[in-house]
Every structure is written in structure tokens, then in C-alpha cells.
């Protein structure tokens, strides 16, 4: 049987097209964070370009390395940007490819919600989707080996999210990653204080999130809603925007990473 692969579309865009290049680019943001040890079992991280938002995301990364031996799956979900998708749309792949090299997709996730009636599947919806695409080469950067669940959320409740993601939440090898943006398009001040409100709510526990506070956010709220019956704790890594980054003021986007982990926030995280 042919392989059915999901070939990178916004390498050369969001981040460097040349394995090297990507590689060193990756291991800088990477080096550079400022990452706190916990144990994460789930993480909410942006999605621009490497140049905006790669800082804020690397934030998130560097804290898996300690558990990169134990991580085997990643449960990757994100917003479809391009095609509309009622529910939660599986890509229809075998492997996703980036310049780093593949990464399978685990059929055996894939069979344990295929039945469920807000999960299709729209090999359309992931063809050119940047927001999971862009989390990969950090993933293979961070992680040992491992399987990936991508879904592109569309049109669906929290509650619907909640469901796949208790069907997918597996023990410590099985990390879920939810990939969002915060606010879009506001001067720099206005974006620091809407983003600060939503991220405060995220650390509360409350949802709904709007769209227009973020644009992951029916998957933002599904994880919070799966996060409360876990008891699982909020801790904030970094927020910044693009102003802070490599865009102009006038305009910005907004970005944060967020650890869910299964201590509170002062548990030691490798014992």
C-alpha cells in the first residue's frame, strides 16, 4: 500500500524551508528559553512564524526535554484557518513530513474516535494548515520518538472536544498539545491587557474563551473543561506579542504558553 504523506506547506514561510537552517533555528529558540520544570501533560502554544511567535512556543518545548524519554504520543489539535470543518477533522494520513523528517500518525488513536459523530475526516482541512504544522519541527527537536493525533478543530462544542480528548488522554506517554493564538490585530497596549484577561481566566479554569480572545479556543476550551476533571494546574510560561517580537505596535497578535501539569505548581516535577 502507498504511504500517504501530509507534506509540509509553509516551510520557507512560517519557518525555515533547509533542514540545517531549521535545525539551528529551532535549537536556538530552544537554548534561549527560559523553561520551568514541570511535568506538563498538556500545553497550549502559538502558532505564528518562528520570528513572532517561535520564543513564546520554544518557552513551552524546552520544559519536555527532561520527560523526552517518556513521552510516546502526542495529541496535536489546532484551528482550521483554511477549509471549514464541522468538528474535529482527522487528516486522513500516514505520516506528516517536515524538513526535520516524518513523523507517523498513530492509527491506533485514529481507530479509538473514528466512530465518534463530531470526528470526520478532511485530508482538505490539514493540506495546508499552518497551526499544527508549525509545532512539529519543535516536537522533533524535543522529543525521542513519538506518534502524533493531528486534528483541525472547526465548528464543534467544548464538550464535544472534552469527549475526544478523554478518549485520547492515555497515561504519561501521551502529551496533548493545543495550539492557539490570543488576540488579533490590536494596538500593542489594548492586546496587553485583553490577552492578560484571557490568560487569567485560562489559569482560573473559566471558559468559555471567545474567538475574538483567541482563535484556538474551542479547543482551548475543550482542554479546560478535560483539565478540570483531571485536577490538572495552570501555569503560565510566557505571554508576549508580536510587538514584543518582530512586529510592529499598531497591530499585534498575541501569544502564550501554557503548562497544564498534574501536581500543583510547587510539586517537584521529576520525583
Given at each position: 500500500m502507498m504511504t500517504?504523506?501530509?507534506?509540509?506547506?509553509?516551510?520557507?514561510?512560517?519557518?525555515?524551508?533547509?533542514?540545517?537552517?531549521?535545525?539551528?533555528?529551532?535549537?536556538?529558540?530552544?537554548?534561549?528559553?527560559?523553561?520551568?520544570h514541570v511535568r506538563p501533560k498538556a500545553l497550549i502554544v502559538p502558532h505564528a512564524g518562528y520570528i513572532y511567535s517561535g520564543a513564546v512556543a520554544?518557552?513551552?518545548?524546552?520544559?519536555?526535554?527532561?520527560?523526552?524519554h517518556v513521552i510516546r504520543r502526542v495529541v496535536l489539535l489546532g484551528p482550521a484557518h483554511r477549509v471549514?470543518?464541522?468538528?474535529?477533522?482527522?487528516?486522513?494520513?500516514?505520516?506528516?513530513?517536515?524538513?526535520?523528517?516524518?513523523?507517523?500518525?498513530?492509527?491506533?488513536?485514529?481507530?479509538?474516535?473514528?466512530?465518534f459523530p463530531q470526528v470526520a475526516v478532511s485530508t482538505e482541512a490539514h493540506t495546508l494548515e499552518h497551526a499544527l504544522e508549525v509545532q512539529l519541527p519543535f516536537l522533533q527537536s524535543v522529543l525521542d520518538d513519538f506518534t502524533?493525533?493531528?486534528?483541525?478543530?472547526?465548528?464543534?462544542?467544548?464538550?464535544?472536544?472534552a469527549q475526544v480528548l478523554e478518549q485520547l488522554w492515555g497515561g504519561e506517554e501521551t502529551l496533548i498539545?493545543?495550539?492557539?493564538?490570543?488576540?488579533h490585530y490590536l494596538p500593542y497596549s489594548v492586546a496587553q491587557r485583553t490577552d492578560h484577561e484571557t490568560v487569567q481566566a485560562i489559569l482560573h479554569m473559566h471558559q468559555p474563551i471567545a474567538h475574538n480572545r483567541a482563535c484556538g479556543s474551542v479547543s482551548v476550551n475543550g482542554l479546560i473543561i478535560a483539565a478540570q476533571k483531571h485536577h490538572l494546574t495552570p501555569l503560565l510560561l510566557d505571554l508576549r506579542n508580536s510587538g514584543d517580537t518582530a512586529g510592529p505596535?499598531?497591530?499585534v497578535v498575541g501569544y502564550a504558553a501554557i503548562a497544564f501539569t498534574e501536581g500543583s505548581a510547587g510539586d517537584d516535577p521529576v520525583n
Open positions: 500517504a504523506v501530509r507534506s509540509p506547506a509553509v516551510a520557507g514561510l512560517f519557518y525555515p524551508a533547509d533542514g540545517y537552517q531549521l535545525k539551528q533555528n529551532v535549537s536556538h529558540l530552544l537554548a534561549s528559553a527560559t523553561s520551568c520554544a518557552s513551552a518545548y524546552a520544559g519536555l526535554v527532561p520527560f523526552a471549514a470543518v464541522r468538528g474535529l477533522a482527522l487528516p486522513g494520513m500516514d505520516v506528516f513530513e517536515t524538513p526535520l523528517g516524518e513523523v507517523k500518525v498513530d492509527q491506533q488513536l485514529v481507530a479509538a474516535i473514528a466512530n502524533l493525533l493531528p486534528l483541525a478543530v472547526g465548528t464543534a462544542t467544548a464538550e464535544a472536544v498539545v493545543v495550539s492557539s493564538d490570543l488576540s505596535r499598531d497591530q
